[in-house]
């Protein structure tokens, strides 16, 4: 089986190959990544003299580019995780989102059509979904809910579902979609909320949280993501969305407080800042259709998983800090300078 990876070099997509490699150690591999801020070759060090494993340099939306590597490679399965995935950015600069995660996508479908092959998985988001009242805690996204989006990002990634399902009706292609909630864990850039807080708490930094710190994530341990589209890949039934979840709902303030308990820093460190425009409330994934079709169900829990990801950051500082030393250190000071 030759299974290309996009979006590889990033937090799950490196996750996701090495879950692959331990649970199928005859696949090939092909991560394809653009490299872009968020894709760190390091991350990759482990597997990439693997004979099962190759790295191509190149970007989604480069429609030239990817049919020269279909032709050459003749993938037989496609997942796309290659994306611009971070809220924040997307409010500074929506259009980078658009052409990576619509028109990459589309690329990617082409070629899919193109050359032909036995499964194209999108990995979208449960944000395509927009957000949950605080006082409904009765309500959850199930693959029913309508989408309505908040965020150029999130509406990004629902025109990219849009597309996938035209593409799967249109000209029958063998397409899934999976939209999981906020994932956790090793090799998540610190932009995003838990990595971030962890490296700021540990330079001993304020630790910015965005308004009253009220907003509710449904997290979930990355391996159980990879483990979830694994089981699509293997059991899902084409033309299906799957949501994932772990109904582990955690407002802000609650994860960052637990941070700061669990490196022993001060809760003084916390600072409210300016909240993030068009802020989602709440997000939850109702979980049961993956596990009633597919018997899926996540194997880590929040406290066991926090743990984890809290020790890997300590184990692995010289991942993030070459990172936070870059290019990283301008958006900080743009991002938060005057929040
Ligand atoms: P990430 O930002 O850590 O990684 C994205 C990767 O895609 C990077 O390696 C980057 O270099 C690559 N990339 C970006 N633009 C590209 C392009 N034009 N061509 C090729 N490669 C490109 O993101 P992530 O958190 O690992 O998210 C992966 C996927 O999962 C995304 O599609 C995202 O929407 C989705 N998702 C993320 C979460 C989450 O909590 N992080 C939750 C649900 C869904
Ligand atoms: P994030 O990790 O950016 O994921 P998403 O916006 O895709 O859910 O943010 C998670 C939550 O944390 C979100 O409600 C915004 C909030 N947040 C902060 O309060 N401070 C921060 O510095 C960041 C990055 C996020």
């Known amino acids: 089986m030759n299974v290309l990876v996009t979006g590889g070099a990033g937090f799950i997509g490196s996750n996701f190959i090495f879950y692959m490699r331990e649970k199928h150690p005859d696949y090939q591999l092909i991560c394809l990544d653009k490299l872009t801020y968020a894709g760190n070759l390091a991350t990759l060090q482990g597997v990439m003299n693997e004979p099962n494993f190759q790295f191509i340099r190149a970007d989604i939306a480069d429609r030239e580019a990817i049919y020269s ?12 995780f290659a994306a611009e995935s971070h809220v924040d950015r997307s409010i500074e600069n929506p259009s980078i989102f658009l052409e990576t995660n619509v028109m990459g996508t589309q690329v990617l479908l082409d070629a899919c059509r193109k050359y032909g092959v036995q499964r194209y998985h999108q990995v979208s988001t449960d944000e395509v979904y ?13 693959e029913k809910t309508p989408l309505h989006t908040s965020s150029p990002y999130s509406a990004s990634k629902a025109s990219a579902d849009l597309l996938c ?43 910015p949280v965005y308004g ?55 809760e003084s460190l916390i600072t409210h800042v300016t909240d993030r425009k068009g802020h989602d409330m709440r997000y939850a994934i109702d979980p049961t259709f993956i596990h009633e079709k597919l018997g899926w169900l996540p194997q880590t829990r929040f406290a066991d998983g926090i743990k984890k990801t809290i020790q890997w950051y300590l184990d692995n500082r010289g991942w993030w800090e070459n990172i936070i030393s870059g290019e990283y250190e301008q958006y900080y000071e743009r991002m938060y300078g005057n929040r």
């Open 130 to 142: 927009g957000d949950l009242p605080l006082d409904r805690p009765d309500l959850f996204f199930t």
């Open 165 to 207: 399902n035209a593409y799967c009706r249109t000209y029958r292609m063998p397409i899934t979609i999976s939209r999981c909630s906020n994932n956790y864990g090793p090799y998540q850039f610190p932009e995003k909320l838990i990595p971030l807080m962890i490296a700021n708490a540990l330079a001993n930094k304020p630790l």
């Open 69 to 80: 590597i279909f032709e050459q490679e003749k993938p037989d399965v496609v997942l796309n």
């Open 212 to 266: 009253e710190g009220l907003n509710v994530r449904d997290w979930l341990y990355v391996e159980d993501h990879c483990a979830a589209i694994d089981l699509i890949l293997e059991k899902g039934e084409v033309g299906q969305v799957y949501n994932i979840g772990g109904h582990n709902e955690m407002k802000n303030i609650d994860i960052v407080k637990l941070i700061c308990k669990a490196l022993d820093k001060p």
